[in-house]
């Protein structure tokens, strides 16, 4: 506006109040770069050499001649500041490339650090040019400042995109940094070296050439000790990397501690188990900040207490707390760390052990509910090895077998079972002998449960007295049944002997026959084994021997039996034995056969009875169905009984088949 509008000389001007502000703003903003810091000792020393070096240089080329130079002051006040903001630039981009840019990564810097050196080399050049006297507008320096605007543009556009909560720190410092002091010293010696020879200094030439020789051979001793400390820094950084990775594949919590109880590191196991970020866990204070607020307090004194007692570490099972507010359950392994004696750290390792303890818990619980379960059954119950070897009995075993619990661990099972019970598989009724030689009778039953064997005894001493008691009064009433069957039968023969007619003898006769019949089949139910069946076979033997020596002549008609050994119960038996009975009577007293046979067997599921006789017959089933006699209205309505299929042969003699299922038992009450 100065220059092309009011046509007035721009330099210097209020424009340059602005120019000059931009290189402490430039500063500020340099020092205030949101990067890590890294300085040190040597890291000060770099930038004094820089500073010595840049400044002496400024001083002796720029500043010095601008002064004596003379003139407006204003102009000449103007130009020295211009000169002291580019020092104050040069300074701080050193101090950004040592000391963050050697430890940081980022586009937005790189750029505007391109941007910036464009700006100084076109200062420099103005200034140098301006002292010369040989400056003039539109040469190669205008393009540099324009160039220069453009980059900072770019690197402005960078900075927004850039992710800035995420910066990326680089594992060592970058090698090209820790050459930057020898350029500036190359840099102030040729400068120095041009000085001299310009002023024409006697032996001038000379002195320089050995003090460069001097500075080189100096350079290159110093370079050699960087390069072997370079190698030595690089296999430490490679052996710290190789137990980073240790540390990082590790299956367990390991961090560093420092001195003030603060993360110094953690790999990713621990991260995993507090259920942080790397960022959120480093730099934290280990008990103000995992460990729950009620156990804060003894477990920082106890570990405070191990430091003063000088002892190398300990071991503790604690609580810690996630991210999310959760309670973890950890071991915890501490060893502490000393350097001549004093306490540097410590290095801690911990295992995630809340599963485990819910576990435990767990199977605590389960035990001791296990363990009331067994105390408190109603039935013995008793933990034995392989070999039957007692392990454990509850407190209903001890009284039921009358042994102490310590007398019977450590028995074998065997020793309590009767020996004529002893061969025998265990499982099932067995007789027990408790300790004072009584005898229990006990239902046995064995189930296996991880690698022991759990035996339940049900004591059934009174049942099984019981049953034998019914027993014993069932037979007594089966028994009491056939003589009073027997006495009615008596009774009947000595009326039948007393009558004169034929007819209400052969009805009398007729009817002891039946209740003989009946009477025969509770004769063979109180003489079996469990009175509920019969043996068929024994019983229609008997039967059909008794009916022929009551009816023939010895040696008249020949009865055959052929009858399969089956049990039926009372309740098919009684109708099947007075069916064979009516059949058998009848063909021995109508029919003048020479031989009948009586037939019993299995046939597919059911049962097949088959009666014949070689004798007269009859014309066809339906003159037997029609005779209204007596016997076979019995036989058809036993028949019924059985449910039974029934089928009747007239040719050669009478055949009389039947098919039937035996009977179920029916509930009396």
């Known amino acids: 506006m100065l220059e092309s509008i009011l046509s007035l000389n721009p330099y210097p001007s209020v424009a340059d109040i602005f120019y000059l502000l931009y290189y402490p703003l430039f500063a500020a903003g340099i020092f205030t770069i949101p990067a890590r810091r890294y300085s040190d000792l040597k890291s000060v020393i770099d930038l004094l050499i820089i500073l010595v070096a840049s400044a002496s240089a400024v001083w002796v080329f720029l500043l010095k001649p601008t002064v004596l130079a003379g003139g407006n002051l204003t102009e000449v006040l103007v130009s020295v500041l211009y000169v002291l903001g580019d020092l104050l630039i040069v300074f701080m981009i050193m101090d950004l490339i040592i000391n963050k840019l050697g430890h940081f990564r980022s586009r937005t810097l790189y750029i505007f650090l391109a941007s910036i050196s464009l700006l100084l080399t076109a200062d420099i050049s ?44 680089l594992s060592k410092k970058i090698s090209v940094v820790t050459y930057i002091p020898y350029t500036f010293m190359i840099l102030f010696y040729t400068l120095t070296a041009y000085s001299l020879i310009e002023s024409g200094v006697k032996n001038s030439l000379e002195l320089l050439l050995s003090l460069g020789v001097i500075l080189i051979l100096f350079t290159l001793r110093q370079h050699l000790s960087m390069r072997e400390n370079i190698i030595l820094l690089d296999e430490v950084e490679s052996e710290r990397r190789r137990a980073e990775n240790y540390l ?125 379960i067994f105390e408190l059954a109603p039935s013995p119950i008793i933990s034995l090895e392989e070999d039957l070897t007692i392990r454990d009995c509850n407190n209903r075993a001890e009284s039921v077998l009358g042994y ?5 661990e450590g028995r074998n099972l065997r020793e309590l079972i009767h020996p004529e019970d002893s061969d025998e598989e265990v499982e099932g009724t067995r007789r027990l002998m408790r300790s004072n030689g009584e005898i229990i009778y006990a239902s046995l039953k064995l189930t296996r449960v991880g690698d022991e064997l759990i035996l339940i005894v049900e004591d059934q001493t009174d049942v099984i007295r019981s049953l034998r008691e019914k027993e014993l009064l069932l037979r007594e009433i089966h028994h009491r049944v056939k003589n009073n069957l027997q006495i009615i039968s008596s009774l009947l023969s000595i009326q039948e ?31 079996s084994t469990d009175l509920t069946t019969i043996r068929i076979r024994d019983y229609l033997m008997n039967l059909i021997s008794k009916i022929s020596q009551g009816q023939l002549v010895k040696g008249s008609v020949r009865i055959s039996a052929d009858i399969e050994d089956l049990e039926f119960n009372l309740e098919t038996s009684l ?3 007075l069916i064979v009975s009516e ?73 009389v088949t039947l098919k039937f299922r035996e009977l179920g038992y029916t509930e009396r009450y």
């Not at 040019?129 to 160039?147: C, K, P, R």
Request: glycine share 8%; net charge negative.
């Open 404 to 408: 102490p619990k310590g007398d019977l």
């Open 583 to 655: 059949l058998v009577t009848n063909s021995l007293e109508h029919s003048g056969a020479e031989n009948i046979g009586v037939k019993l067997r299995g046939l597919n599921g059911c049962f097949e009875l088959v009666v014949s006789d070689d004798g007269r017959g009859v014309e066809s089933p339906e003159v037997l169905e029609g005779s209204g006699n007596m016997g076979w209205y019995l036989v058809r309505a036993l028949a019924d009984q059985l449910d039974a299929d029934i089928n009747i042969e007239t040719r050669k003699g009478l055949t």
């Open 575 to 577: 109708p099947v034995g």
């Open 248 to 372: 990082e594949v590790a299956g367990s919590l390991i961090m560093v501690l420092d001195a003030k109880n603060r993360v110094k590191l953690i790999n990713r196991r621990g991260l995993e188990i507090l259920e942080y970020e790397r960022g959120d866990v480093e730099g934290k204070n280990w008990f103000l900040n995992f460990v729950p607020p009620e156990d804060r307090k003894w477990r920082e004194e106890l570990y405070n207490s191990k430091i003063r007692a000088g002892e190398n570490g300990y071991r503790l099972t604690g609580h810690i707390i996630t991210c999310n507010g959760k309670r973890k359950t950890a071991a915890w392994q501490v060893r502490f760390l000393r350097e001549d004696g004093e306490f540097t750290g410590s290095i801690i390792s911990g295992e995630d052990i809340t599963e485990v303890q819910r576990t435990r818990k767990a199977l605590e619980m389960s035990e001791r509910r296990y363990r009331e």
């Open 497 to 527: 002997r007393r009558l004169e007619s034929d007819e209400l003898s052969r009805v009398l006769r007729e009817s002891r026959d039946r209740i003989r019949s009946i009477a025969l089949v509770h004769e063979h139910l109180y003489r």
């Open 126 to 169: 103005f200034t140098y040019q301006t002292i010369t006297g040989i400056y003039a507008e539109g040469h190669f320096q205008d393009l540099l400042w324009a160039f220069s605007y453009i980059i900072l543009l770019v690197a402005v556009n960078e900075f927004f995109r850039e992710d800035w909560s995420k910066p990326i720190y």
